[in-house]
């Protein structure tokens, strides 16, 4: 059972005002100028590398894309177009794209024909 807050200020912030309306709770600002979203582009060295990887995912093989120079919203966006494009499934983990299967070749003619430095990764 949950136990009640005994104040407001145990309550962990303003939620809603009658001035702005609603308020992120990771910031603080009202929804519309919300900065949590808004995450920096990562620092790198612009290129994106692609690689086929199969340890520890149970001998699956996955193609995984890492330094995309892209804020998360645009990447997702991205691992969204290129799943479309192989035909398969995928996620977008902690900045690192993940799509099932070997598609290297691939990926890498797609992310080149978008406009992006792309490389081959690994073996």
Not at 17 to 38: E, F, L, M, N, Y
């Amino acid at each position: 059972m949950a136990k009640k807050a005994a104040s407001f200020a145990a309550l962990g912030g303003l939620v809603f005002s009658t001035d702005a309306g609603r308020h992120c709770p990771d910031c603080s600002q009202p929804v519309d100028a919300c900065i949590c979203k808004q995450t920096v582009i990562p620092a790198g060295d612009g290129i994106a590398r692609v690689r086929r990887e199969n340890k520890g995912r149970g001998g699956k093989t996955v193609t995984t894309i890492t330094g995309v120079p892209l804020a998360e919203d645009a990447l997702g966006a991205l691992a969204t177009t290129l799943k479309k494009r192989c035909g398969t499934g995928g996620t977008l983990k902690d900045g690192v794209i993940e799509i099932q299967g070997e598609h290297v070749e691939l990926l890498l003619a797609e992310l080149i024909k978008l406009g992006f430095k792309a490389k081959k990764s690994g073996g």
